[in-house]
């Protein structure tokens, strides 16, 4: 009899933000009021799908403190090993006057990081960050630490258009700035145990001759190998089929073909559909539950890349 049993860490990304394209307007957002601008969604410019957030700033004769127009969501997120970025900006302008631009807030626990979103003369420019790295620069060990500490983190993402020169022409001026496909995800690491216990009883051919020379009646005895199967349940779930601990070995042969067949049915018609990533190109099986690009991370979702 054999036993073991092992414990696996598995890495699973979870998204942290929700309606990040913003297609359910400002669901999930709560606006960052200025007092000289609005936080709404517009359904004009957008990077995908139908709508995108739009960040507004109006002229204005003075200011005593920097005027900060936004959008906010937060979200508490368990055993977070890794915490990456991602965006979408667009400004009209081609180009800023000091003291004035886009910027992003990623805040984790008490840490904050800034990231500058520049005008870009009505072109969509991604913004791509692995936050974890970018904390472990800024803040050193302390930023490391936050990544290895296996207990909840409180992230809050910011979305911002500032202006905080008191300057007469930033001040005169009508700032907008566009923001979509708004992704944070965390990888989490969770631990996986299993075990599996085996138990195979053998009767050997020299027990077999011992049999017959004792004196038993009825047909020669043969080598026999009875082969039983346990899970901690005490079944064996085999290709998505219980199989209860005991069966013969032609009885788990003939229960395997039937899974196989099966098995090789739901896999011709879950990939019956590939699908294009629209950032890199790469060919994706469409699943139900597919969601990003393996390769890339992009979000896939809606893309309409579909391929036979």
């Keep these: 009899m054999q036993q ?33 601008g609005s ?6 410019f957008f990077h995908s799908g139908a709508n995108s957030l739009q960040l507004d700033l109006m002229p204005t004769s003075m200011i005593t ?20 970025f991602e965006a979408w900006f667009m400004t ?23 990231y500058d979103a520049g005008a870009t003369c009505g072109v969509w420019k991604r913004l791509n960050r692995n936050v974890t790295a970018d904390f472990q620069a800024e803040f050193g060990p302390d930023g490391q630490r936050l990544f290895e500490l296996g207990r909840p983190l409180s992230i809050l993402v910011a979305l911002e258009l500032v202006r905080s020169a008191p300057d007469e022409m930033a001040l005169s001026e009508y700032l907008s700035i566009y923001w979509d496909d708004v992704n944070a995800t965390a990888s989490i690491e ?14 050997s051919t020299s027990e077999a001759k011992a049999t017959k020379a004792s004196g038993a009646t009825g047909s020669p005895t043969t080598p026999q190998l009875e082969t039983t199967l346990l899970s901690p349940a005490g079944s064996l779930n085999w290709m998505g089929f219980d199989v209860v601990a005991g069966l013969s070995v032609s009885s788990i042969m003939a229960v395997a073909t039937v899974a ?3 098995f090789r049915r739901r896999a011709i018609k879950k990939s019956y559909v590939m699908m294009l990533c629209p950032e890199c190109g790469r060919r994706l099986r469409l699943y139900d539950d597919t969601r990003y690009c393996t390769k890339c991370g992009a979000s896939i979702a809606g893309s309409g890349n579909l391929r036979p």
Excluded: K, Y
């Excluded at 307007?25 to 606006?31: Q, R």
């Excluded at 009209?92 to 800034?114: A, Y």
């Design 4 to 36: 073991g049993s092992t414990n696996q860490l598995q890495a699973t990304n979870v998204p942290v933000l929700a309606n990040g394209g913003f297609e359910s307007g400002l669901l999930n957002w709560v606006p960052i009021e200025s007092g000289d």
């Design 39 to 44: 936080t709404r969604v517009s359904s004009s």
């Design 65 to 84: 403190e920097a005027q900060v127009q936004g959008a906010q969501q937060s979200a508490v997120v368990e055993n977070t090993r890794v915490l990456s």
């Design 92 to 114: 009209p302008l081609c180009g800023f006057l000091p003291g004035i631009t886009g910027r992003v807030l990623i805040r984790v626990e008490g840490f904050v990081v800034h």
């Design 190 to 203: 969770s631990t996986m145990a299993t075990s599996e216990t085996a138990t195979t009883t053998f009767t």
């Design 260 to 262: 196989v067949v099966t």
